[in-house]
């Protein structure tokens, strides 16, 4: 797609539309905002029963990275009657701008999704790696920040060695929310032979430099690094990897992400529905999310 310089109208978000944005995806992730993890049972009841409903279990922690010279955090997740070490099949959560791991696994609800997916006969089950996004957009860095390589050279293979999780590629799928969206799509397509699929909803994404400097201004050093690493020019890279996208038809990303479904091999999965940038259209295309992920290990 060639590049043009943008108009504001044309960019269709603003920088403090967009940094507004972020605080709201920070605040989703976090778990607060839209009662994320404090929603109503299926039953109508916000007691537990754990009688009726065995709960995921989840592990937070964190690990030194080499390549970032700082602590990361992350945090698993296995579905009720299984654990770490089983030889799930994985997929790796990439929160929102600022977000953190623990935040993005109680925020989404993905474990419960999962969970309901597989007790349905949807999906198997399958375990979720949910990992700190920090704000550097998951592409090497000006700075010397590089959270791709984080993710695929250290995080990733701790992952198969440590507990057993998505060890081949046909056992390993990746999903992301905003930043993390476009974190993931981006990753899908540089890394096609180790993941085979990828879920973004609502992905940070934009069709020319132009366009990012009226929106967040920093997501890119120079319009040369946003040339390497923009996932719809090179959306060609996933035409052996099953792609959901989701995006509400409010959102500000929303005419950049069709641009991005346009691009690819073959149409997608996932919806384009009424909702904006936020929590609530997140936890709304959740499950499906989770039936789609899940439905790639079982083929």
Known sequence: MPMHRATRAQAGISRRWFLAGAGVAAVAAAGGGYAIGRSPSPGGSTSRSPARRREPSVTNGAFRSKILGASVGYSLAVPAGHRL??????????PGR??????CMSGTRMPQFVADASRKGDSPPFALAAIDGGESYWHPRTSGEDRMSMLMQEFVPM?????TLGETRARRAIMGWSMGGYG??????????????????SPAIWTS?????????DAFDSAAQFATYDVIAHAGALAQTAVRVDCGLQDGFYPYVQAFVQSLPSPPAGVS???????????????GQARFLGSQFAA
Not at 209 to 217: E, F, I, K, R
């Open 85 to 94: 070490g089983d030889g799930l099949p994985v997929v790796f959560m990439l």
């Open 98 to 103: 600022g977000g953190t791991a623990a935040g």
């Open 159 to 163: 992952c198969a060695d440590r507990w």
């Open 184 to 201: 993931a799509i981006l990753m899908a397509e540089r890394y096609p032979h180790d993941l085979c699929a990828v879920a973004a909803a």
């Open 209 to 217: 430099y132009d366009a990012m400097l009226l929106g967040p201004g």
């Open 273 to 287: 529905i009424a909702g904006g940038h936020d929590g609530a259209f997140w936890l709304k295309v959740g499950p």
